[in-house]
T-cell receptor, first 112, second 113 residues
Framework: DAGVIQSPRHEVTEMGQEVTLRCKLI?????LFWYRQTMMRGLELLIY????????DSGMPEDRFSAKMPNASFSTLKIQPSEPRDSAVYFC??????????FGEGSWLTVV | DQQVKQNSPSLSVQEGRISILNCDYT??????FLWYKKYPAEGPTFLIS?????DKNEDGRFTVFLNKSAKHLSLHIVPSQPGDSAVYFC????????????FGKGTKLTVNP
């Protein structure tokens, strides 16, 4: 079974550049979550979607961050322009029903 | 501001002994709790969960205890094994409210051979 697939696994970019992180959900799942992990704040929920519709984006840090779900199986998280404080591990997770969510392996972002 | 707190950033135990990881929460609306385990360079994976209608749930070497009056839960691992060394995240959800899983900051468990 294919799990949640994230790309790129690692990205190093210069401050001011646009970053796009990608996520493919587990087949049949209909909820999508973007989390960010940092030492200071742990795992923070940025945004989540149900059936392609954004439900809660209150965790998105600022307007530089945007997320889309153009179809039922795919999502992007974009940072434009990127800043060094955006350096973190970004996790995508999906869910079909119940409370358990399934995480991808993460995208490690470094902004220099 | 943190609704789910794991106050111990790290824990070290000997192989074969019990590991006890603790978690406190502040939101009384939380009614379902989960533990996730995370190895380096991997995503968190689901370990065990408990509903607020129960006070204990057991799965092999892993047991989660819930004390609703104290807003406290704990994960017990008996016996601990070196392969259990990982970061453990506690998470909570208000099933009747938002669908968001709220996570603690994690506790890094090291099991020494």
């Amino acid at each position: 079974d294919a799990g949640v697939i994230q790309s790129p696994r690692h990205e190093v970019t210069e401050m001011g550049q646009e970053v796009t992180l990608r996520c493919k959900l587990i087949s049949g799942h209909n909820s999508l979550f973007w989390y960010r992990q940092t030492m200071m704040r742990g795992l923070e929920l940025l945004i989540y979607f149900n059936n392609n519709v954004p439900i809660d984006d209150s965790g998105m840090p600022e307007d530089r961050f945007s997320a889309k779900m153009p179809n039922a199986s795919f999502s992007t998280l974009k940072i434009q322009p990127s800043e060094p404080r955006d350096s973190a591990v970004y996790f995508c997770a999906s869910r079909f029903s119940g409370n358990t969510i399934y995480f991808g392996e993460g995208s490690w972002l470094t902004v220099v | 501001d943190q609704q789910v707190k794991q106050n111990s950033p790290s824990l070290s135990v000997q192989e074969g002994r019990i590991s006890i990881l603790n978690c406190d929460y502040t939101n009384s609306m939380f009614d379902y709790f989960l533990w996730y385990k995370k190895y380096p360079a991997e995503g968190p994976t689901f370990l065990i969960s408990i509903s607020s209608i129960k006070d204990k749930n057991e799965d092999g070497r892993f047991t989660v205890f819930l004390n609703k009056s104290a807003k406290h839960l704990s994960l017990h691992i008996v016996p601990s094994q070196p392969g259990d060394s990982a970061v453990y995240f506690c998470a909570a959800i208000d099933q009747g409210g938002s669908e968001k899983l709220v996570f603690g900051k994690g506790t890094k468990l090291t099991v020494n051979p």
